[in-house]
């Protein structure tokens, strides 16, 4: 007698998804439209006869696309381009990632219109470079494996536009007192500083 089971719970057959076929010699476990969450994991094999009882476990991974990359952002902006980085993904699919894609679009058109600007970043970090001053764009970047794309990432909409400019100049400035040697000049801070 053979029992298959995992995370200290029998599996059972499901007609669907999960089929056990036991012989005298043999138990086959086979598994229909598998997912991570359900059918990953280390599975027991617990056989029984006359002699004793044994065990044997067996880890299951499933393969599949990646997760989205995690904590994408823009880290510099200029007037021309916009430097990106971000993370891996949590779980990469069961496979190594081979490559990011990093697309970009102007935020006032559709996610269909977006325009790879790399498409085979091997780097957790990529400038964007050619992008028109002053125009808004939405930046999107997803990790590939083997076994296919994964989950997008956008970034916020972002303005090509140089990330520090000058000052503003001071306001209401007025001349306090006068001493011989020295001047007391006050003034408010810029309203854009």
């Known amino acids: 007698q053979s029992t298959w089971g995992k995370c200290g719970t029998e599996v059972v057959n499901k007609s669907d998804t999960i089929n056990i076929h ?21 599975f027991t094999i617990t056989g029984t006869n006359t002699q004793g009882t044994d065990s044997a476990q067996l880890k299951i991974t499933v393969l599949d696309t990646p997760d989205a990359v ?3 952002k823009v880290t510099e902006t200029t007037s021309e381009s916009v430097t990106l980085e971000w993370r891996p993904p949590p779980y990469d699919g069961g496979m190594t990632i081979t490559h990011y894609v990093v697309e970009k679009r ?29 125009t808004e764009y939405i930046f999107t970047v ?6 296919g794309s994964g989950d997008r990432c956008e970034t916020k909409p972002t303005i090509a536009q140089e990330m ?13 007192d006068i001493y011989k040697d020295r001047v007391t000049v006050l003034w408010t801070a810029p309203a854009d500083d």
């Open 22 to 42: 036991t012989t005298y010699y043999t138990t086959t476990l086979t598994m229909k439209n598998v997912n991570r969450r359900e059918n990953e994991g280390v």
């Open 70 to 72: 995690d904590d994408l």
């Open 106 to 134: 102007e935020s006032t058109q559709h996610k269909k219109t977006s325009s790879k600007v790399n498409d085979c970043c091997k780097e957790l970090t990529f400038t964007v470079p050619k992008l028109t001053k002053g």
């Open 142 to 147: 997803y990790a590939v494996n083997e076994m």
């Open 164 to 176: 520090y400019t000058a000052p503003k100049a001071p306001e209401n400035v007025k001349v306090e």
